[in-house]
Nanobody, 124 residues
């Protein structure tokens, strides 16, 4: 069983930054890829970023490439999402998820554990 708990969300002005963190329980955290997804009001949940088990490989949605950075610390069982140059369209609930495998992946059905989410609101 894996539990994922996100933190770090909040209200920020456009152009600002936030850093999301996800704390994971379980001894096998370091063997799986991790991802961040988001869901805006009235929209489907979408992929944001993924990181491989080792942290050597990352993959981003085009909408956040160059602004967001995903990282992980396997010693601390955490995965982070640094979000810079935030835009109002980044407003959403952000979810941390654990992948079924060890390599980066953007497909939601290939993630089997999800956190409860943390709200990010970007004002214009």
């Amino acid at each position: 069983q894996v539990q994922l708990v996100e933190s770090g969300g909040g209200l920020v002005q456009a152009g600002g930054s936030l850093r999301l963190s996800c704390a994971a329980s379980g001894r096998t955290f370091s063997t799986y890829a991790m991802g961040w997804f988001r869901q805006a009001p009235g929209k489907e949940r979408e992929f944001v970023a993924s990181i491989s088990w080792s942290g050597d490989s990352t993959y981003y949605a085009d909408s956040v490439k160059g602004r967001f950075t995903i990282s992980r610390d396997n010693a601390k069982n955490t995965v982070n999402l640094q979000m810079n140059s935030l835009k109002p369209e980044d407003t959403a609930v952000y979810y941390c998820a654990k992948a079924l495998g060890s390599t980066v992946v953007a497909v939601q059905r290939l993630y089997n554990y999800w956190g409860q989410g943390t709200q990010v609101t970007v004002s214009s």
